[in-house]
């Protein structure tokens, strides 16, 4: 069984915290960890958002990215990506789209678990355990 890394302890992680480190190296050796496409996209665009790119920060990001397995948005997301959103818009619980396109690619993986600090947003998408840290 995987779970996903969520964008807000991929970038503590990156950034030292202690709660993030922890969480990570608990579960590390326990299940395989793995993050998406859009939240590579989030922590990288944080990087390069600032009045100068910190080439360290890229840097140590893109090797983090390296260590782990990456899912796209591929075939089957798109559909699993709106039915989520038809649900939550019916139910007057909407998302961040951003938050809606990781559970597709969780969901349609055969995945459950996100280890994230947002755990108000992803506790919305039934099927998706949130793993608070």
Do not use: P
């Not at 579960?27 to 009045?51: A, H, P, Q, R």
């Amino acid at each position: 069984m995987g779970i996903c890394l969520d964008s807000t302890v991929i970038i503590d992680f990156l950034n030292g915290r202690k709660e993030a480190i922890a969480i990570v190296g608990e579960f590390k050796d326990k299940d395989s960890l793995f993050t998406t496409e859009i939240n590579v996209f989030e922590v990288l665009f944080g990087i390069y958002l600032k009045k100068v790119v910190n080439e360290e920060e890229l840097d140590n990001a893109n090797n983090f990215f390296n260590a782990l397995d990456v899912l796209s948005f591929d075939d089957g997301c798109g559909s699993e990506a709106v039915s989520l959103q038809a649900s939550l818009v019916k139910s007057a619980k909407m998302i961040e789209q951003a938050d809606i396109f990781i559970s597709a690619i969780i969901k349609k993986n055969g995945f459950s678990k996100i280890i994230t600090r947002n755990k108000n947003h992803f506790s919305r998408i039934d099927g998706i355990e949130v793993i608070n840290y």
